[in-house]
């Protein structure tokens, strides 16, 4: 289960992926689809949020537009 970090209530565009950056802000770059350009893809900060990020857990931006966050599975056993 993620808990929320911080509300943003980002609305999301097709055809971008959004993600939350090293420096804690909500992101965005245009998805690479069938065939175009090839190359680094520019991102754009779309909201500053500026969360601290903690070891251990995988930061999103959740359907509402939010940044959430749920802890890493981490060593598993094998069936």
Do not use: C, P
């Amino acid at each position: 289960m993620a808990e929320k970090v911080a509300k943003a209530g980002v609305k999301r565009e097709s055809g971008y992926l959004y993600f939350v950056d090293k420096n804690g802000n909500i992101a965005r770059s245009k998805m690479a689809r069938g065939g175009g350009k090839k190359g680094k893809q520019k991102q754009e900060v779309i909201t500053k949020t500026g969360v601290k990020r903690e070891e251990g857990y995988l930061y999103f931006v959740d359907k509402a537009g939010d940044v959430a966050r749920t802890k890493m599975a981490r060593g598993r056993k094998r069936k």
